[in-house]
């Protein structure tokens, strides 16, 4: 909001527009009750997208925690020890998916439960956003920031984090013994906000900490 805020102070006055309407010019008296007439050029373009203002300043929504564990084709321990680290870095209760078609080619059955994923809303989303940027962030090796192309041009930023990179948070690093490392999953992170537009978004998410760096996708 402090970053979109217009602020008009105690008795600004507006600066006056121009007519939109334009009048009728010359001395014959129809022109009298006729109405005025409209601006040059046609029809008026309308403003791209609302201004920002206090009552729909962008918000986050709710944040998804997905992995696909792809050692679960061969053994199903890999998907039991992803659930775990799920639950651990989220607090929220992890929920597994089944395969709905098979795929011979990888070794995929129709039923088989491959991915983990966590829905956090409300105080369990701030605390896990705040754990990642202020916790896991600064521990990652020769990291730039989140790509400025992510995004769905809805105002939901996606970023991904490594099995290294995972093994960061401090639930898991308190009991790194208890994982298995070459089971440490990696997971993707989706940020829903009710922004519309992604730079709206990446201003949000830039207020709360998050980096970004490379070309701004807009």
Same mark, same amino acid.
């Given at each position: ?79 039991? =020890?992803? #659930? ?5 870095? $989220?607090?929220? !209760?992890?929920?597994?998916? /089944?395969?709905?078609?098979?795929? +011979? ?78 089971? =440490?999953? #990696? ?5 829903? $906000?009710?922004? !519309?537009?992604?730079?709206? /978004?990446?201003?949000?998410?830039? +207020? ?11």
């Amino acid at each position: 909001m402090t970053m979109t805020y217009a602020h008009y102070p105690p008795g600004f006055v507006a600066p006056q527009k121009a007519e939109r309407l334009r009048s009728w010019v010359g001395d014959n008296p129809y022109y009298k009750n006729r109405p005025r007439r409209g601006p040059r050029g046609g029809q008026v373009l309308r403003l791209l997208r609302n201004p920002i203002t206090f009552r729909n300043v962008p918000k986050l929504n709710r944040v998804t925690v997905h992995t696909m564990v792809k050692g679960a084709i061969e053994d199903s321990a890999h998907l039991h =020890i992803a #659930g775990m680290i799920m639950q651990a870095i $989220t607090g929220c !209760r992890a929920v597994a998916h /089944a395969t709905k078609t098979s795929v +011979a080619g990888f070794g995929v059955r129709e039923g088989q439960y491959l991915s983990v994923t966590c829905e956090l809303e409300g105080e369990e989303m701030y605390h896990f956003l705040s754990k990642v940027v202020d916790v896991v962030m600064p521990k990652m090796k020769d990291f730039k920031g989140v790509k400025g192309s992510t995004g769905d041009n809805s105002g939901n930023l996606m970023f991904g984090m490594t099995q290294e990179e995972v093994a960061l948070f401090p639930e898991v690093e308190v009991n790194y013994d208890m994982y298995p490392p070459k089971m =440490i999953p #990696g997971c993707h992170v989706v940020v829903h $906000t009710t922004a !519309r537009t992604d730079r709206d /978004a990446r201003l949000l998410l830039r +207020a709360i900490g998050v980096p970004f760096q490379g070309k701004m996708v807009d």
